[in-house]
């Protein structure tokens, strides 16, 4: 094949990615989306200091036995926090789009011997969570990095089990500066059927806790209406 004709199916193929897109039933995000530009939101040590990780998962309510997922899990702060709270009976999977940071913590997770963490690969849109499996799907630092917000949320609140709780932590200034501010994250939400239960300000911070539980029955893709900009 000469290299016009294979230049002529690559650019066939990208003009049906993006007319599958265009396609798509779910609404745009009518918002900025922040780029990824770490997979490391900071130090470790200086999370620790402010007690970050405890307080979330105080507040979340975390305990022995459960299934939880870490959603864009990055370097794997929350999911070697989250491994020892739930237990040998517990289970943590954890999931990141970008495959060298996905291989990263799959090295982390070995190295460490946690025997109840799996890690994944998910994609921009999906997390591809397997159906009503958990109780707790957090989402820190992470969701104003969400490209198709809607979409996204449609399929993350399939993972949740009855009484599942999506937890989220983000900052509390605009998504330019890499934050959510918690009256559009309410409203993206709502959109797709989860209803706020908590929201509470983290210590030493500008970044607040928030946690949704299903509320409404699963909206077709059509009917969900985007919500502004914030």
């Not at 990615?17 to 939101?41: G, Y």
């Not at 849109?125 to 809607?150: C, G």
């Amino acid at each position: 094949m000469s290299n016009r004709a294979l230049a002529a199916l690559v650019m066939a193929a990208l003009a049906g990615c993006r007319a599958e897109r265009e396609a798509s039933p779910f609404p745009k995000a009518d918002r900025p989306v922040a780029p990824i530009v770490s997979d490391s939101f900071s130090t470790e040590d200086a999370r620790d200091r402010v007690g970050e990780a405890e307080e979330v998962m105080q507040l979340a309510g975390v305990a022995p036995g459960m299934s939880v997922a870490d959603i864009g899990a990055g370097e794997g702060y929350y999911t070697v926090r989250l491994s020892p709270i739930v237990g040998a009976r517990g289970r943590v999977l954890a999931q990141d789009i970008v495959p060298a940071t996905r291989d990263r913590l799959a090295q982390r997770v070995q190295r460490e011997n946690l025997q109840n963490v799996s890690v994944r690969l998910g994609v921009p849109a999906d997390p591809k969570l397997p159906a009503q499996s958990f109780d707790r799907i957090f989402l820190v630092h992470m969701y104003h990095e969400v490209t198709e917000p809607y979409e996204f949320l449609w399929h993350l609140r399939d993972g949740l089990k009855k009484d599942g709780l999506v937890i989220v932590v983000d900052a509390d200034r605009s998504v330019r500066r890499h934050g959510m501010p918690p009256a559009q994250l309410a409203c993206e939400l709502r959109a797709v059927g989860l209803e706020p239960v908590r929201l509470a300000r983290l210590t030493g911070s500008d970044s607040y806790f928030a946690s949704f539980r299903i509320a409404l029955a699963k909206p077709e893709p059509p009917a969900i209406k985007a919500c502004g900009k914030p």
